[in-house]
Every structure is written in structure tokens, then in C-alpha cells.
């Protein structure tokens, strides 16, 4: 069996949220703040009936709380109307046990089975925060607030003085209106429902969480040591251990006590002397036949358990430091391996029918690309060996060298809008396109791109266009090309947003003709995407064997061999594409803004500038700035090959200049700059 979904509701930035959990990890990414660590963190808090305050109910929700007490405070709605009408925040768990075929085998989620339907495969499992209070101590509240009911009552509209009442009440009571309850429901009638305990769900599902503020500082300042403290749990006897681990300790403590009786008797020896020397001093008294006896209890647990410290030793002379001179990522990476393998020994405890769960928050702190490589190394390798083939990982991550490391098939893409959050599972966009997530995945891979990480994308032919776009992003905001470009719309559709340059725009370099591989994951993901790429003209030369394209100028061009510019037109569904393998250049140089953007994805390519239409990028930026080139005229094919013989040089040259930007890119940019979410 196995955890199959969560579902979330009220909580933060989720609204109402689901999450598939895939059978053995689940990655979830995301840009910065669009609450990809919400749900584990409600999941915990729900399991273990951890009081949530005010700040955890989402915005969006909080105008409908406070108009319902407003309501019930004047009699206008009853309380069991309010109490019906209330937002609840809630998690839901669906366990899938379809592969069981022992009843003996189901354990701990035998409790959460209700319904007797045979072709039922799935248990629901609801936790919710549900309302706790009475009207009689809402109204007990109001009075001790010092909000009366009569100055209340003087409005049936609730002002911004007495929302700002209700909210200072309900900030400083949540806790007191709320508390968990657990409910089993089942699948086929959520009306019958069965209350059963958190001990019950802490049973189903044991759990590791490992948040992102680790405290790995071992410095000498301090007196607890986290990953000291780690390894000596670890050295505790375990009835649990393996053989190997346990034959270790037996002869660790066998060792200690052998030794510590030779110190204990060569102690009393020593102690004995001293004692001598000191009766001149009046010890030991002649009223008191008693002489001090040394004795020397070295144990496991004083010795080694409390005593035992990690250093660093230096592999050819034996040299050590101490371990607050190791940097922060190897320690990090010390003290996740310590407690996976802690978290390993207590999973042999778990009851028949348990699902474990491992949750951790973005492991990469502090750690460069090496370490993050060996820390997924490390975890397939604990996963393996756990031999717990229903445990399940849960993890949050900004590091593409972590997604790289999973299944396309396990990443799940979190995606704010204004003040909620989806989960997009990948998965899904993998069936629908087997052949597009099969390239992009491997393109990921080995650019190690952070697609999934960034606010807005930007898809470019090549080096160039990537060299180029960080500069001309920084000059359309220092030159106003952005309030240029906003003042000239409608105001309608004119939205204020923060500006492209401080927004995180991923530039990712696949050239003209991959391009349009990514446009299906751009539109899934709903990322605002701008794809720069060039017309690419050409004529077709009629020859015995076939057609051949001849690249030309595009004032002498008939058809363009860029396949993005091909897949454009088939996506606009307004054009006869039956024939686009013929003439078509004439489209492209005669579309509207409107036809270059479908949902949240926006085409540029060269236009007719300086009465010159530009077939590549190099062609654009010789023919916008002519007087750096000392052309006075059109540039001829043979200027650009002269111009261009090495593409990264030729941009790196223009770079120290101050050059002029072709129009189509700064058009793309600023369309990039008020772009928003896709819905």
C-alpha cells in the first residue's frame, strides 16, 4: 500500500490543492515563496494536532470569516449557519491498498477502511480544523474586547473599523476557535464519516521530517553539538541493530570494561600516595578509619555515548581539527546521513500496514553541486537498503543538479497565482507528450538548467542572443523602455508589476529548431515565456534529386527553415497549413502582436527596421548600428560573413559598445516585463 494524494485546503497560499505522490519520491520545486514546504508542514502539524495561528488562514478566505461573525454577532445568520459556512483549513490523505491481498496485511489502516465495497481500493483519511468554540464565549470575547453590540448594530455593512475589530479578535482567539479532529470518510459516500484518533494516524504514517534551518554549527562556542549528539544516539544499543552493528557495540563495551578495571586499580594506587603525602594536612582523620577509594566506573554511556566527539583527521600524518573548522555544506551532508540512518533503525519498529514517510526541505543548504550529487547518491543508496518498499519521500528543492537526479515522471511544479497555488504533476504532461518530455528531460540534464526555479523564461537561438540578454534586460529598464512600452497600451490592460530586471528569468539557449519543443511544458507549467528566434529566409532551388533551400536575403526569400516559425503557424490554427512546406515567409512578416502570443507564450523574430528586414540576429544588430560597422548602406551577406566569423567574439565586441538594441528584441522584453501567470 501506499500514500497515493494529498489534498489541501485553507492553508497559506493553499486554496485547494492536490498532490500525487508518486510510489517511492516526490520532488517538489518551484521559484522562491509560492509555499512549495506549506504542505508538509500542514501535514505535520495536522498529524500531530499542532495549534495553527491566525496568520496561517489564507488572505483570500479571511473577508468571508469575518462578514460570517459579523453576521452572527447581530442575530442575522445562526450559529449553525456560520458553522457551516466557515472555510475550514483541512488535509486529506488517500492511501491506495489495491495491491494487498491479506485483510492481516492492512495494520494500522485497518482502522480507516469504513466501507464494505469489494472493488474499493482506497482509504480517505480527512484531518480538519474544525470549530471548537460556542456563540455563548464568541460573544465573551467581544465583551472582553470591549466591542459592544450596540455600537455594533448601528451598521448592517461591516466598515473597515469594525473589520479591523473582528480581526484583532480573531488573531488573538484563533487558537482557541479551532482544534483538529481526525475522520475516516468513505470513498464512494463522504457523508459517512467515522472519528478515529491521532494516535491512530501518527500510527499509519511514522515519519522523518528534516527542515531546511538545520542547526549543523559545531563550533566551540556551543555547548550542544548536533551531529555529535546524532552519532551518539546512533552508539546506543539498540535490540534493533543489525548483527554487524551489534557484534561492534559488544565488543566496544567489552573493551571498556576490561580496560576499566586495570584504570580502576592503578587509580587506587596512585590515589593511595597522595593520601599519604596529605596527612600532614590532617587527612585522613584518626577518628575516621575511612581512606578515599578511587573508583572509576568507565561506561559505554560516560564514555563513549556522552564523550565521544567527530574531528577531522588529516589522511597522511594523522593530524585532526576539530569540527567547527569543516564548512557548513559537508556537515550539512554529515548530519542528513546521521539522521537517515537514525531514522532507518526506528523504521524497524513501525506496525504491519505503516507508510513512512521521509519529508525534507531543500538538502542542498550550503552545499555546492558535488556534495548535492552525493547527498542523492546517498539517499537512493538509504532507500534501497531501509528494504521498506512502501516507504516515501517527500522532498522540496531549488537545486537543479537534485532535479536532474529524479524521473521527470516525480517532479511536481509548484505555481503561484496572486494568493494561491497549484501543484502541476509532470507525469501528467508525460503521457500527453511521451516524445517532448523524453528530449526536455535530457536537455535539463545535461544543461543543468533552473527552469522549474525561475519566474519567467526566455527560449534563444543560441550564444548570442544568451550573451546579449542580461545587458539589453538591464538597458530596457535604465533607459525606460518598459514604461515606454507600458504608457503606449491601453490602461485597461496596463498592470504596474516589478520590473524584468529584478524578476528571475531563466535564459535557456535551443536554437530555431528545438525551440518548439518546449512550448506544450511552457504552456502546461504556465510560465511567462518569451521565445526570440530568427526568420531564417530562404528560396527553394528546383533540382532533378528534389528541393533544395538556399539561404537569402529576406527581401529575396520566399520561405523560412526555421521549424519554431513552422510549429508557430500550425499552433494559430488561422492559416491553411496544408501548404506550409512551401511559400511562407510572407506570413511571418505580416503577423499581429496578437498572433505572435498564444496564453503565455510570446514569439519575436526580425521585422523591417531602418527600411531593412534582418534575417538573424547578427544581420538585426550590424543593420541597427551601422556607424559602429562604418556601413552607410543595407548590409549585404557578404558584410555579415565578414563582420561574423566567430559569433561569441562578435558579440563579446559589441558588448564594450554602446550599441543600439533591435526593435524586435526590445518588444519581446518589455511583452516578458507585464507578462503574468497564465491561468
Same mark, same amino acid.
Given at each position: 500500500m501506499y500514500l497515493k494524494s494529498i489534498e489541501a485546503q485553507n492553508y497559506r497560499l493553499l486554496k485547494n490543492v492536490r498532490l500525487n505522490v508518486d510510489k517511492s519520491a516526490t520532488l517538489i520545486v518551484g521559484s522562491n515563496n509560492v509555499g512549495k514546504t506549506s504542505l508538509i508542514d500542514l501535514m505535520e502539524k495536522a498529524i500531530t494536532k499542532e495549534k495553527l495561528s491566525f496568520d496561517d488562514y489564507p488572505f483570500c478566505r479571511r473577508e468571508k470569516f469575518y462578514q460570517g461573525i459579523w453576521d452572527l454577532l447581530l442575530k442575522k445568520i445562526s450559529y449553525e449557519d456560520w458553522k457551516q459556512n466557515i472555510d475550514l483549513v483541512s488535509i486529506c490523505f488517500v492511501v491506495d491498498y489495491s495491491e494487498e491481498s491479506d485483510e492481516d496485511q492492512l495494520g494500522t489502516?485497518?482502522?480507516?477502511?469504513?466501507?464494505?465495497?469489494?472493488?474499493?481500493?482506497?482509504?480517505?483519511?480527512?484531518?480538519?480544523?474544525?470549530?471548537?468554540?460556542t456563540e455563548e464565549r464568541l460573544r465573551t470575547w467581544v465583551h472582553e474586547e470591549g466591542i459592544t453590540l450596540s455600537a455594533m448594530s448601528d451598521s448592517d455593512d461591516l466598515s473597515q473599523e469594525n473589520k479591523e475589530s473582528i480581526r484583532k479578535l480573531i488573531k488573538k482567539r484563533f487558537r482557541d476557535i479551532f482544534e483538529w479532529k481526525v475522520r475516516a470518510v468513505n470513498p464512494n459516500d463522504p457523508?459517512?464519516?467515522?472519528?478515529?484518533?491521532? *494516535?491512530? /494516524?501518527? =500510527?499509519?504514517?511514522? !515519519? +522523518?521530517?528534516?527542515?531546511?534551518?538545520? &542547526?549543523? @554549527?559545531?563550533?566551540?562556542?556551543?555547548?550542544? *553539538?548536533? /551531529?555529535? =549528539?546524532?552519532?551518539? !544516539? +546512533?552508539?546506543?544499543?539498540?535490540?534493533? &541493530?543489525? @548483527?554487524?552493528?551489534s557484534e561492534g557495540k559488544k565488543q566496544l563495551r567489552d573493551l571498556l570494561e576490561t580496560n576499566g578495571q586495570h584504570v580502576e586499580s592503578r587509580a587506587n594506587e596512585i590515589l593511595e600516595q597522595i593520601m599519604k603525602k596529605a596527612a600532614a594536612f590532617g587527612y585522613p582523620r584518626p577518628e575516621l578509619d575511612l581512606l578515599l577509594y578511587a573508583r572509576t566506573d568507565i561506561s559505554l554511556e560516560e564514555q563513549v555515548l556522552h564523550r565521544t566527539e567527530l574531528t577531522y583527521r588529516e589522511s597522511e600524518n594523522g593530524e585532526e581539527l576539530p569540527g567547527s573548522h569543516n564548512g557548513l555544506g559537508f556537515k550539512n551532508l554529515l548530519k542528513m546521513m546521521f539522521v537517515l540512518t537514525e531514522f532507518a533503525v526506528k523504521l524497524k519498529n513501525v506496525k504491519i500496514g505503516a507508510i513512512p514517510l521521509l519529508c525534507l526541505e531543500e538538502p542542498e543548504s550550503h552545499m555546492h553541486p558535488q556534495l548535492q550529487q552525493i547527498f542523492v547518491q546517498h539517499l537512493k543508496s538509504f532507500l534501497d537498503d531501509a528494504k521498506l518498499n512502501n516507504l516515501q519521500v517527500l522532498m522540496t528543492t531549488h537545486s537543479s543538479h537534485i532535479v536532474n537526479a529524479v524521473k521527470f515522471d516525480?517532479?511536481?511544479?509548484?505555481?503561484?497565482?496572486?494568493?494561491?497555488?497549484?501543484?502541476?504533476?509532470?507525469?501528467?504532461?508525460?503521457?500527453?507528450?511521451?516524445?517532448?518530455?523524453?528530449?526536455?528531460?535530457?536537455?535539463?540534464?545535461?544543461?543543468?538548467?533552473?527552469?522549474?526555479?525561475?519566474?519567467?523564461?526566455?527560449l534563444v537561438e543560441g550564444a548570442a542572443e544568451r550573451l546579449l540578454l542580461r545587458d539589453m534586460i538591464r538597458r530596457c529598464c535604465e533607459e525606460g523602455k518598459f514604461d515606454e512600452f507600458d504608457s503606449s497600451r491601453k490602461k485597461a490592460e496596463s498592470k504596474r508589476c516589478i520590473n524584468l530586471a529584478s524578476q528571475y528569468c531563466t535564459i535557456i539557449e535551443v536554437g530555431g529548431a528545438f525551440a518548439h519543443l518546449f512550448i506544450p511544458l511552457m504552456k502546461f507549467l504556465g510560465i511567462p515565456t518569451l521565445i526570440l528566434t530568427d526568420l531564417d529566409s530562404a528560396e527553394r532551388i528546383h533540382q532533378k534529386n528534389g528541393v533544395k533551400l538556399k539561404k537569402v536575403p529576406v527581401n529575396k526569400g520566399t520561405c523560412t527553415t526555421n521549424a519554431t516559425l513552422k510549429f508557430w503557424l500550425a499552433q494559430l490554427k488561422t492559416y491553411d497549413t496544408a501548404n506550409m512546406e512551401k511559400d511562407n515567409l510572407e506570413l511571418f512578416l505580416t503577423l499581429s502582436d496578437e498572433e505572435k502570443t498564444i496564453e503565455n507564450i510570446h514569439l519575436e523574430y526580425q521585422t523591417e527596421e531602418q527600411g531593412y528586414c534582418a534575417r538573424t540576429l547578427e544581420d538585426a544588430l550590424i543593420n541597427t548600428n551601422r556607424s559602429i560597422y562604418g556601413l552607410t548602406t543595407f548590409p549585404t551577406e557578404d558584410d555579415i560573413e565578414n563582420l561574423v566569423s566567430k559569433k561569441t567574439?562578435?558579440?563579446?565586441?559589441?558588448?564594450?559598445?554602446?550599441?543600439?538594441?533591435?526593435?524586435?528584441?526590445?518588444?519581446?522584453?518589455?511583452?516578458?516585463?507585464?507578462?503574468?501567470?497564465?491561468?
Open positions: 489502516l485497518t482502522p480507516f477502511i469504513i466501507d464494505s465495497d469489494d472493488n474499493i481500493s482506497d482509504a480517505k483519511i480527512e484531518v480538519i480544523y474544525s470549530l471548537s468554540t457523508e459517512d464519516v467515522s472519528i478515529r484518533s491521532h *494516535k491512530e /494516524l501518527e =500510527d499509519l504514517f511514522p !515519519r +522523518l521530517v528534516i527542515a531546511a534551518e538545520r &542547526d549543523i @554549527d559545531e563550533s566551540d562556542g556551543k555547548k550542544r *553539538k548536533p /551531529l555529535t =549528539d546524532i552519532l551518539n !544516539r +546512533l552508539l546506543e544499543t539498540n535490540d534493533d &541493530d543489525d @548483527d554487524d552493528i516525480q517532479v511536481r511544479y509548484v505555481q503561484r497565482k496572486k494568493h494561491e497555488v497549484n501543484y502541476q504533476d509532470l507525469s501528467d504532461f508525460s503521457k500527453e507528450h511521451p516524445t517532448n518530455a523524453d528530449f526536455i528531460h535530457k536537455y535539463l540534464t545535461i544543461s543543468r538548467c533552473d527552469l522549474f526555479f525561475a519566474d519567467k523564461a526566455i567574439d562578435f558579440t563579446l565586441e559589441l558588448l564594450q559598445k554602446n550599441y543600439i538594441m533591435p526593435s524586435y528584441m526590445v518588444k519581446g522584453l518589455c511583452w516578458l516585463n507585464f507578462a503574468t501567470i497564465c491561468n
